[in-house]
């Protein structure tokens, strides 16, 4: 399996470069930065607002209500949904660490449940063995026997899939728990019934990292919402629970979105579902190219549910000996990463949990089998088959 060294034209191929992108918008996002420099309107002004609408129309959603991340997005939704002490979180390990990071930082304990396979989302089977090995339904409340109450569940739509919701929702609804869906990478994805990523449960947490697939130019974020009295909590909530201002029922935080993120992302908006086309058509054509170069023994591709909108923030595949390839890909000018390599079950900060190597254990072998390669909009046709030529000569 040793790569044999061969004259190939090396190009450059990063995991993403944005430089591009903004080349293109530049004349169309200047003048926006230039006129909320001008009204000098810089917090909770007009493009905060146009942006909620327009991203709860994008996604369907009843309400929108711009965040300074998708981190706070996730805080809010649980503060919004009073999870605190004694209060527990199902969730999935195989994510990026915010997702567990704020069910710790209100107070209440992540549990850890095991991922589908072939999607990489939260395993409804695993939800559901977990719950009847684990807990009783009493009194309307999920009470883990060793433990607290379950009162949320919180599937991600990893890497631009929906998770298999009507399942989760089935047993959300049999147990009385909220569902907050972790959007961040799933902006625009369905569910292959019309209905889009962070609008099936009670409150959808959206990412503009600028790595996301509608990316900001720093930190911003959004919660969608179809309850208009849970909306407004949000709101509240978002200005340090003062409404009116100064008067306070609530203990929130300063959780806002900047304007200028605001105006930014109203001009990105234009282009997203172009953007989203560009990326499923890199996706298909590494699919037919790695099927081309008879890799797919090597080469585990994405798998798509049928008829679902993947939106593919990233194109992810399992291989054997990843860390070889990688730094082979690495070699080659082929930026890669691994999301994630540690899950959350057995990072250290959550040692107190309890957790052990085994626990979940498809995980842990996605932890170890992984790689993402490079799948943004804007590159070339040579480029990617840049890509598989050099897996296949790693192979070779
Ligand atoms: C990016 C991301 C977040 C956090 O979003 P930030 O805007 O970076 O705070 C949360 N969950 C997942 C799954 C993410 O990918």
Same mark, same amino acid.
């Given at each position: 399996m040793n790569a044999k060294p061969e004259s190939v034209r090396r190009m450059e191929v990063p995991l993403l470069d944005l430089k591009g992108q903004y080349q293109a918008l530049k004349a169309e996002i200047l003048p926006v930065i230039e006129k909320v420099c001008a009204g000098q309107h810089f917090i909770l002004g007009p493009y905060v607002t146009e942006l909620e609408q327009r991203v709860a129309k994008y996604s369907q959603a009843a309400h929108g209500i711009g965040l300074s991340s998708g981190t706070d997005a996730l805080l809010i939704a649980l503060m919004a949904l009073d999870v605190g002490q004694g209060d527990e979180v199902l969730t999935t390990p195989y994510t990026f660490f915010a997702t567990g990071g704020t069910v710790a930082r209100v107070g209440a304990r992540p549990i850890y449940v095991d991922i589908d396979p072939a999607s990489y989302n939260i395993s409804p089977a695993a939800v559901q063995a977990f719950i009847d090995k684990q807990c009783e339904f009493k009194g309307g409340k999920l009470m883990r026997r060793a433990g607290g109450h379950i009162k949320v569940l919180m599937p991600v739509h990893l890497y631009g899939q929906v998770a298999d919701m009507k399942p989760l929702m089935e047993i959300a609804q049999r147990y009385n728990l909220k569902v907050i869906e972790d959007a961040a990478q799933a902006i %625009?994805? =369905? *569910? %292959? =019934?019309g209905r889009r990523a962070g609008t099936i449960g009670d409150i959808g947490c959206f990412s503009f990292f600028p790595s996301k697939n509608l990316g900001a130019f720093g930190d911003a974020g959004l919660c969608t919402a179809n309850d208009p009295a849970l909306a407004e909590k949000l709101r509240v909530l978002r200005v340090h629970g003062g409404k009116p201002k100064y008067y306070h029922s609530l203990i929130g935080g300063n959780f806002r979105i900047d304007e200028l993120q605001a105006a930014v992302l109203c001009v990105k908006l234009n282009h997203l579902d172009s953007w989203t086309e560009g990326r499923q058509r890199n996706a298909r054509f590494y699919d037919a190219a790695f099927a081309r170069a008879g890799l797919t023994k090597h080469v585990r591709l994405p798998v798509t549910m049928p008829g679902y909108r993947h939106i593919y923030n990233q194109y992810v595949i399992r291989v054997g000996e990843r860390d070889r390839l990688r730094t082979f890909l690495g070699e080659n000018g082929i930026g890669t990463e691994i999301y *994630?390599?540690?899950p959350l079950h057995l990072q250290k900060c959550f040692a107190y949990l309890g957790y052990k190597e085994g626990d979940c254990p498809e995980s842990e072998r996605a932890a170890k089998e992984t790689v993402a390669i490079p799948i943004y909009p804007e590159l070339r046709e040579e480029q990617l088959q840049y890509v598989v030529d050099a897996i296949a000569r790693f192979y070779s």
């Open positions: %625009g994805s =369905d *569910y %292959g =019934d *994630y390599p540690v």
